[in-house]
């Protein structure tokens, strides 16, 4: 069993930068991949990023690609995720996700509550 928490979530104005936080507790943390999805209003959950459970390796949606950073600290069960230059369609829930290594909601166990990220134009 794995419990994440997001946190760092708020209101930024374009061009700005976030930094959102994910706190795990449970066994398997150190062995799975982490993974970061989002949720727009009225849309479907969509993948942003991923990283292995060695931290590695990490994948992101193009959307993000060179804007966002994913991060892990295994000795403090942390996973972040790293926003720069965001955008107003960057806006949704940030949930943080245990699982596969993969792009999919499906590939992954575990879910945090979300923290919610608006960024205004």
């Known amino acids: 069993q794995v419990q994440l928490v997001e946190s760092g979530g708020g209101l930024v104005q374009a061009g700005g930068s976030l930094r959102l936080s994910c706190a795990a507790s449970?066994?398997?943390?150190?062995?799975?991949?982490m993974g970061w999805f989002r949720q727009a209003p009225g849309k479907e959950r969509e993948f942003v990023a991923v990283?292995?459970?060695?931290?590695?390796?990490?994948h992101y949606a193009d959307s993000v690609k060179g804007r966002f950073t994913i991060s892990r600290d295994s000795a403090k069960n942390m996973v972040y995720l790293q926003m720069n230059s965001l955008k107003p369609e960057d806006t949704a829930v940030y949930y943080c996700?245990?699982?596969?290594?993969?792009?999919?909601?499906?590939?992954?166990?575990?879910w945090g509550m979300g923290t919610h990220v608006t960024v205004s134009s």
């Open positions: 996700a245990s699982g596969a290594y993969g792009t999919t909601w499906r590939e992954y166990s575990y």
């Open positions: 449970g066994r398997t943390f150190s062995s799975a991949a």
């Open positions: 990283i292995s459970w060695n931290g590695r390796t990490s």
